[in-house]
Nanobody, 126 residues
Framework: VQLQASGGGLVQPGGSLRLSCVAS????????MAWFRQASGKGREFVAA???????LYAEFAKGRFTISRDKFQTTMYLQMNSLKPEDTADYYC?????????????????????WGQGTQVTVSS
């Protein structure tokens, strides 16, 4: 499986971006997928995840501002980010986990994911 993330860029505070993660080699509907981010000098941080059942989980900072989803063709995952803040500046990574089910605790752990895309940079600045 190869994951290709895109959609990052420079946006002003309060603006929006939509990140995409295209999976090649398999459809994404049968697996849990997630977005993590890593700011300069910091560790990788959970952002949001979606299970094969389409149930979702969000980090506290993402609730109400970010939305994770998959397309109807089940090959692409998205992260719609609204009301962006300077502290959202980071490299954003998509990931896919092959486990049949991940609890909320496991969904938020990077170690549970088997495949990772390259990062797409998001910069929120005026």
């Amino acid at each position: 499986v190869q994951l290709q993330a895109s959609g990052g860029g420079l946006v002003q505070p309060g603006g929006s971006l939509r990140l995409s993660c295209v999976a090649s080699g398999r459809t994404v509907s049968s697996y849990s997928m997630a977005w993590f981010r890593q700011a300069s000098g910091k560790g990788r941080e959970f952002v949001a995840a979606i299970r094969s059942s389409d149930t979702t989980l969000y980090a506290e900072f993402a609730k109400g501002r970010f939305t994770i989803s998959r397309d109807k063709f089940q090959t692409t995952m998205y992260l719609q980010m609204n009301s962006l803040k300077p502290e959202d500046t980071a490299d954003y990574y998509c990931a896919l986990g092959e486990a049949s089910y991940l609890s909320d605790v496991r969904l938020a752990r990077a170690i549970e994911y088997d495949f990772w895309g390259q990062g797409t940079q998001v910069t929120v600045s005026s």
